[in-house]
Structure formats: C-alpha cells, structure tokens
C-alpha cells in the first residue's frame, strides 16, 4: 500500500514476555518516527530515525525498549519483559525529509499488557 | 531541547462560536510548527503547517515569534470538528518532530 503500515493492529501479551512491533514506512520517507499515545497523556516521542540511524534515544522509557531500522526501511520496536504501563498505542510516522515536512502515520499498534 | 505545550486538555463549544486552542512552544533553533487532527477511528493526520500560511477546513494558525505561539483558530465552529488536535515543532536543520499533549475538542450542536 501507499500508507504507513502497522503490525499487528492489537496485541495482548501477558506481563513479562517481550513483544515487537513493526513499522513498514512509506517508500522512500528518509525519517521515521515512533510514538506512543496513552489515555490522557498525549503524544509521548520515543525514538526517531534518519536513515537507519537513532539520533536521539532519550524519549525511550526504559532500557527494556529498544528499536532498530534496517535497510533505511522497516523498524522494529522491541519491549522486552512488559508491564502493564506499557499498556499504550504505538503510533509509527515516517517523512520525506527533516523536520519540517509532513509525518505520515500509520493506523498504530494498540497494546494490551495483562 | 524542543517543548510544546498546550494547556487545555479538554475544549468544549457550541456549533457556530469561535473555538481556538492555544499551543506555545520553547526552542532555539529554527522552528516549524504544525497542527495536527485526529478524527474519531482514523489515522494522525497533518491539518496546516506554519509556512503554508494556508487555512485548512477554516482552520488557521499565525506563528507568533515574540510570544513563542501558535494557537489554532475557527471563527465559526462545526460538529466535524470534534476531534483530538495536536501541535507539533519540527525543525529544518533537524530530523526531530515533538508533538504537545494534545487537546480534545468537542463541538456540541
């Protein structure tokens, strides 16, 4: 598709176990964004690429988040031994170029920590 | 470090008033600002950005340096409106895109 892509759409998983989210960006969107959207707290930035590389870790909450970006295309962003604060919606975004051009985002990952 | 701010969390009008939500920003370097709209069930999707100095939807935003602002604006508010609105900073030196808390506006008929 055309869009930024998502997978999967919802994922439950019980505490402590270790989940990947996937994020297909458009085609050719040198920056690609993550994000996570939790009732009553807005947009919180995670993580943001150029190319394939992370300028800027310092939104991730915790080491057990970690994402990578490979081939200047699909990312992956990895929770590892989950809680139940991380119980959010992922919302991936990817752009032409830097800052000041349009984020495209995809439908995001609703993720359930039971 | 790049900060957007938007104070209210919840905005509620009637159809037909003015509605503007007010989002003011801390950064050194050269800033572009967006807004932002999240309709019920569908995707984040960009509304206007500052240097388009466009009006979206009647929708429109004057960045104000002196006051570190840029507060969104409709003189006459429809119920299509109803949605969740995000400010955003970017930066054309720079790949990062900070978004405020959001603001959740109602419009009531």
């Known amino acids: 598709g055309a869009g930024v892509s998502q997978s999967p759409s919802n994922k439950v998983t019980e505490k402590g176990k270790d989940v990947e989210l996937r994020c297909d960006p458009i085609?050719?969107?040198?920056?690609l964004y993550w994000y996570r959207q939790s009732l009553g707290q807005g947009l919180e930035f995670l993580i943001y690429f150029q190319g394939n590389s992370a300028p800027d870790k310092s939104g991730l909450p915790s080491d057990r988040f970690s994402a990578e970006r490979t081939g200047g295309s699909v990312s992956t962003l990895t929770i590892q031994r989950t809680q139940q604060e991380d119980s959010a919606v992922y919302l991936c975004a990817s752009s032409w170029d830097r800052g000041l051009t349009e984020a495209f985002f995809g439908q995001g990952t609703r993720l359930t920590v039971v | 470090a790049q900060r957007v701010t938007q104070p209210e969390k919840l905005l509620s009008v009637f159809k037909g008033a003015p509605v503007e939500l007010k989002c003011n920003y801390s950064?050194?370097?050269?800033?572009?600002l967006f807004w932002y709209v999240q309709y019920s069930r569908q995707r984040l999707q960009l509304l206007l950005r500052?240097?388009s100095r466009e009006s979206i939807k009647g929708f429109t935003a004057d960045l104000n340096k002196g006051e570190t602002s840029f507060h969104l604006k409709k003189p006459f508010a429809q119920e299509e409106d109803s949605a969740m609105y995000y400010c955003a900073l970017g930066d054309s030196n720079d790949y990062k895109l900070s978004f405020g808390a959001g603001t959740t506006v109602t419009v009531r008929a």
């Open positions: 500052h240097i």
């Open positions: 085609s050719g969107h040198t920056a």
């Open positions: 950064y050194s370097g050269s800033p572009e």
